[in-house]
């Protein structure tokens, strides 16, 4: 059956690094859109980025553009996506989605927190 394990939330200092990681099974990775969305305490999901089957078509939220690179390996079945220059802002539980727009399955998520 499908699953997808996200991995690599922590809490990081303002200004600092993440590469979230989603290891997928028990599809065809690789013929499937894959997306990031996140969700903040109090607060609905929010789209955070997509990535065609190929992964050479990425699309990204306004406010992570230029912060946050969407990238995947389909050798092995994992999608990422490398979080720079973090905000207070970008606290979240983030899950990875197969599909676009984070509209299908979702992970369990992983805790990201920018805080000093």
């Known amino acids: 059956q499908l699953q997808l394990v996200e991995s690599g939330g922590g809490l990081v200092q303002p200004g600092g690094s993440l590469r979230l990681s989603c290891a997928a099974s028990?599809?065809?990775?690789?013929?499937?859109?894959m997306s990031w969305v996140r969700q903040a305490p109090g607060k609905g999901l929010e789209w955070v980025s997509d990535?065609?089957?190929?992964?050479?078509?990425?699309y990204y939220l306004d406010t992570v553009k230029g912060r946050f690179t969407i990238s995947r390996d389909n050798a092995k079945n994992t999608l990422y996506l490398q979080m720079n220059n973090l905000k207070p802002d970008d606290t979240a539980l983030y899950y990875c989605?197969?599909?676009?727009?984070?509209?299908?399955?979702r992970g369990q998520g992983t805790q990201v927190t920018v805080s000093s």
């Open positions: 989605a197969r599909g676009p727009r984070g509209l299908g399955p």
């Open positions: 028990g599809f065809t990775f690789s013929i499937y859109y």
């Open positions: 990535i065609n089957s190929g992964g050479d078509s990425t």
